[in-house]
């Protein structure tokens, strides 16, 4: 990582970008300097942000860096619309979705921020209909198994203890299963992709990784008139039978979220309105920082939220 003096125009803006200060300035139009270049998160802002493309970064060379038209995005209220639109519909059609689409797709997903820009996720597209329903099958095994576990007269006495509120569930997965019996599929309701987003073992923040990318792959589906639902129930399995799904598939990690995609029967014309947001406030001086309550001031403001690092 350098700068070129001879382009430079000392304007110090990837001395403000920076979260990592690795830049530094001594003083407005002084020479730009590199420090502990080490330390860099590897996010690209400062690439990003030099007018005259100075920074020399060997992650970022300039085959990897495109301009931004800030005019071509959509408004603020178009984007609002989008997110207004975005609905789980799991109407859908025998037509498979186009590869153009599933491509895209999967590039709004791998564009989500990932904690400490550690970028590991990854995703697996399943399109091909035999492995649709070895996913389908091992998704009602994995409930059967439980409801087994769950109805088991020597175990449901410990069990009504230590997992009493899994009870209230059993009416759903006898519903699974019976309709799986009798040839209907209320697991992927027919859907013709299956977009499955993971993170090697041990990944700290996999979980928020994944499904940040979930809702991008989302958003930019109900853009292309694809429409698709979350995979609680085979997350939820695959959650249950250990890495017993993961292996299935070929996938090495574990899966947090998944989408499953199609070609909609008919475009949703309308929005109802959900529930309203709600927002909470915190008594004013209390931040919960790592598990301490510290009383903090920014820019004059006191905070009112809670801060998870």
Known sequence: MSIDDETCIRCGRCVRVCPSVIFTQAAPKRPVGVQHPNTCIVCGHCVAACPTGSVRHGDFPEGKVHPVDRGGLPSPEQMLALCRSRRSNRAFTSFPVPERALGMIV????????????QQVA?????????????????VEAFASVVRKLENPLLKPLLKVLVGGAYKYLPNFHRLIGEYGEGR??????????LLIHTPDGSRFGCQDSNLAYQNASLMAESLGVSQF??????????QAGHGLEKLL???????AGMAMG??????????????AQTVSLPVSEI??????????LAGYRLRAMLCY
């Open 107 to 118: 590039e709004a997903a791998h564009r989500a921020p990932t904690a400490s820009n550690l």
């Open 123 to 139: 995703f697996t597209l399943v399109t091909d209909p035999d492995t649709l329903r070895r996913i389908t099958a091992f998704t």
């Open 185 to 194: 599929d209320l697991i992927l309701r027919g859907a013709t992709a299956v």
């Open 230 to 239: 979350y995979t609680g129930f085979v997350c939820s399995a695959a959650g």
């Open 250 to 256: 070929g996938i090495d990690g574990k899966i947090h």
């Open 263 to 276: 070609i909609p029967v008919s475009q949703l014309r309308r929005s109802p309105r959900g529930r309203a």
């Open 288 to 297: 919960f920082l790592f598990g301490t309550c510290i009383p903090r001031r």
